[in-house]
């Protein structure tokens, strides 16, 4: 075993000062490889922070949203609802929320209007989300008036701006009192938007949604499994559609990796047939080629790791956010969470490693069983 | 449902492992039929210098089934979130019907490659090269096993719908559950360990036995095999439920969840690794006797039966380092 060591030592060192010997081509070779898993990298680490963040934010969403439908629409929760739900069993709080949408004709942009019910506002002011009051270019103190749907005017001051952190979820966010909310959109006392329920045993969330679906035929239930779900879906999808894109590339990339190593120079064919002539088999040339692989692929996939995390972490992924994020007027500015899964290495490692291998078995063969005397005397 | 990394990396690794297997077969025959060490003609020649390519080609592919297996069962379980009713990987790979036998195509795969580059190693080590006709032979037996697993997965992997309602693994490997999860989930607890421990005991026994006194080879590939099954049955009979602290949740696939800290990577990649070594030893006895290899084969053999035997010593000590660990009772007293 030890022996085995030492010899693979020795052939790592005399493959690095091979390598080191024909920098320009395996600089190319190195940067075109890091490229590649810089690509794959920056989109698979960008795609698992989004759903991350998503799974993160739906942690504190209610297991269940109820919503009643009229004619296949979102309508309101008609007074007395609220009351007939709780009584099912398996639910442990239950809640009328209030929001609505907004369209502000003035920067073009639809707003959420809600009234939280955990938060006190006064009457009269609003607390608004940081893209929002970017903006309208707002600041603590200052007034501003909505039309609402029915026409009247209504003036509001802010009282606070959301912190920056929550962008994600709060850039286009109004938090505005009950009160103020049931005026301005003509609610009457008793309605809500929607009702959220908690359901603290998630096995039974499948049973309270049946119930409720047969309880109330006018309404559906969301659950939040569903919704976490359909994100899982869609972000794997985009990064699935993505990746296949790419994979054009990764196949110019294994079509450059075969011809780099098949299109041996006359110095490493001399090289090789010194060698051979010397006393090396044929394995060992397979295995310096073999370790002159791994060691390339290895900086490669480390250089291009790393840079990738930088990219999406540290750069916000200027690079693929249009494409993967999607588009809003008052998009959300915020920086990710830092988030690496073992999994995706794994993956890509196969959509990297694993053509670049392939690509090169065979020129590293061909290299391999060069003819000392034919080299040395050619 | 294509468009997952993990599927598309999964797919790609084994059209590329079918087209290179594909593409060496018409070599493989030629080698079959015209080798002759004893020739010195340039046929020969040229058949002893593809046997390099065949044999690292194969090596990478061989290599690349046994990391796809993980990859395969590490994506099964990330995609449980994305199915209705499925809970960790036994709901993906019950979407439909050929996620099981995907599954267990592949493992078949995995200790079959695995003995493959034994006997591949065994090979290279001797000077004259004597079991290249076997090695190819093998080889193209294998070929129609991997097409299969290839296709079966392909089919898998096509055949995902999110809007299947799937069953989750407390169907599955329940006490009334019909078939063999069933049945050893069914196992009473006692009669259980007894014969799990008896199993390992034998599959460490044996292969320790052939370490020390090189004799009993033909033992160490059964009681491997046995002990691989057994070991199975186990950890669904009671060593899950030792992990997870709960007397009816017997399901092989969630301890590889984040929720146990991934505890069962610690219990299925020592069994694997005894189980392919274990077979290793077996593989290379037929071997054993061809003069070239008197002297190489038992070296190799005891180093997998050292090997082996450690592993399965090791799985053991998890498995009870699990269980004592664990704050669930069911054996009283």
């Known amino acids: 075993m030890k022996l085995w060591i030492e010899k693979q030592k020795y052939l790592i060192d005399f493959t690095l000062s091979s390598l080191a010997r024909r920098k320009a081509k395996n600089v190319g070779l190195l940067l075109v490889y890091t490229l590649i898993v810089f690509l794959l990298a920056s989109v698979m680490l960008f795609t698992h922070a989004l759903r991350h963040e998503a799974a993160h934010v739906l942690d504190g969403a209610p297991e269940v949203v109820l919503q009643r439908m009229v004619a296949g629409r979102h309508d309101l929760i008609p007074p007395g609802t609220l009351e007939r739900v709780g009584r099912i069993r398996g639910v442990q709080k239950k809640e009328g929320r209030l929001w609505g949408y907004y369209y502000d004709p003035v920067v073009k942009a639809n707003y959420t209007f809600m009234a939280p019910s955990n938060e006190s506002i006064s009457s009269g002011t609003l607390v608004v989300g940081a893209g929002l009051a970017r903006a309208r270019g707002l600041a603590v103190g200052n007034a501003i008036s909505f039309r609402s749907y029915s026409g009247k005017l209504f003036g509001f001051t802010i009282a606070?701006?959301?912190?920056?952190?929550?962008?994600?979820?709060?850039?286009?966010?109004?938090?505005?009192?009950?009160?103020?909310?049931?005026?301005?959109?003509?609610?009457?006392?008793?309605?809500?938007?929607?009702?959220?329920?908690?359901?603290?045993?998630?096995?039974?969330?499948?049973?309270?949604?049946t119930k409720l679906s047969l309880q109330f035929p006018d309404s559906r239930p969301i659950l939040r499994d569903e919704i976490l779900r359909t994100y899982e879906s869609i972000f794997n999808w985009r990064e699935g559609i993505v990746l296949a894109l790419a994979s054009l590339s990764i196949l110019a990339f294994a079509i450059f990796a075969w011809?780099?190593?098949?299109?041996?120079?006359?110095?490493?064919?001399?090289?090789?047939?010194?060698?051979?002539?010397?006393?090396?088999?044929?394995?060992?040339?397979?295995?310096?080629?073999?370790?002159?692989?791994?060691?390339v692929s290895l900086a490669a996939f480390l250089i291009g790791y790393v840079a990738a995390y930088l990219h999406v972490f540290h750069f916000s992924s200027s690079l693929f956010a249009p494409v993967l994020k999607g588009w809003a007027v008052l998009y959300p500015r915020f920086e990710l969470n830092p988030v690496i899964d073992g999994f995706q290495v794994a993956t890509l490692f196969f959509f990297t490693v694993f053509p670049y291998a392939a690509a090169t078995l065979v020129p590293i063969w061909r290299a391999a069983i060069t003819d000392p005397d034919s080299v040395m005397r050619g | 449902?294509?468009?997952?990394?993990?599927?598309?990396?999964?797919?790609?690794?084994?059209?590329?492992?079918?087209?290179?297997?594909?593409?060496?077969t018409p070599y493989a025959i030629d080698i079959v039929r015209h080798w002759n060490i004893a020739s010195g003609s340039e046929k020969q020649l040229v058949l002893e210098r593809r046997t390099y390519l065949l044999s690292t080609l194969l090596?990478?592919?061989?290599?690349?089934?046994?990391?796809?297996?993980?990859?395969?069962?590490?994506?099964?379980?990330?995609?449980?979130?994305?199915?209705?009713?499925?809970?960790?990987?036994?709901?993906?790979?019950?979407?439909?019907?050929?996620?099981?036998?995907?599954?267990?195509?592949q493992i078949v795969v995995f200790f079959l490659a695995s003995s493959w580059l034994v006997v591949n190693h065994l090979d290279t080590r001797a000077p004259d090269y004597p079991l290249v006709k076997v090695k190819y032979v093998l080889l193209l037996c294998l070929l129609p096993l991997l097409l299969v697993s290839a296709v079966l997965q392909l089919r898998y992997f096509l055949g995902l719908k999110a809007d299947v309602i799937t069953s989750c693994c407390g169907s599955l490997f329940s006490e009334?559950?019909?078939?063999?999860?069933?049945d050893a989930a069914a196992a009473a607890p006692l009669p259980a360990m007894i014969a799990f421990y008896a199993a390992l005991a034998l599959a460490a026994g044996t292969a320790w036995f052939y370490?020390?006194?090189?004799?009993?080879?033909?033992?160490?590939?059964?009681?491997?095999?046995?002990g691989f099954a057994v070991g199975m049955a186990g950890i669904l009979a009671f060593v899950s439920l030792y992990i997870y602290e709960h007397p009816h949740h017997h399901c092989p696939f969630c301890v590889l969840k984040p929720d146990y800290s991934y505890q069962g990577y610690w219990l299925y990649l020592p069994l694997f690794i005894a189980t392919a070594a274990g077979l290793g030893v077996g593989a290379i006895q037929p071997f054993a006797r061809i003069s070239s290899l008197t002297a190489i084969a038992p070296a190799i053999a005891r180093r997998l039966a050292t090997l082996s035997a450690f592993m399965w010593a090791l799985f053991a000590a998890v498995a009870s380092f699990m269980i004592f660990n664990s704050n669930l009772v069911l054996l009283e007293g």
């Open chain 1, 160 to 209: 606070r701006i959301l912190a920056q952190e929550s962008e994600l979820v709060s850039a286009d966010l109004v938090l505005m009192s009950e009160d103020d909310f049931r005026g301005f959109f003509e609610i009457a006392p008793g309605y809500f938007t929607d009702i959220a329920l908690s359901v603290v045993n998630p096995q039974e969330v499948r049973n309270v949604a």
């Open chain 1, 259 to 295: 011809e780099k190593a098949s299109g041996l120079s006359a110095e490493e064919k001399r090289e090789i047939g010194i060698l051979k002539a010397i006393g090396w088999e044929t394995g060992d040339v397979i295995k310096m080629k073999f370790w002159e692989g791994a060691l």
């Open chain 2, 1 to 24: 449902m294509i468009f997952q990394p993990a599927i598309i990396a999964l797919l790609l690794a084994s059209l590329v492992c079918v087209a290179l297997l594909v593409a060496a």
């Open chain 2, 59 to 105: 090596g990478f592919i061989f290599a690349t089934q046994l990391v796809a297996l993980l990859l395969f069962v590490f994506n099964a379980e990330k995609m449980s979130a994305m199915f209705v009713g499925a809970m960790c990987a036994v709901g993906t790979l019950n979407v439909n019907v050929f996620g099981f036998p995907a599954l267990i195509a």
């Open chain 2, 176 to 182: 009334d559950a019909k078939g063999l999860g069933g």
């Open chain 2, 211 to 226: 370490r020390i006194k090189q004799r009993g080879a033909y033992l160490v590939a059964p009681f491997s095999a046995i």
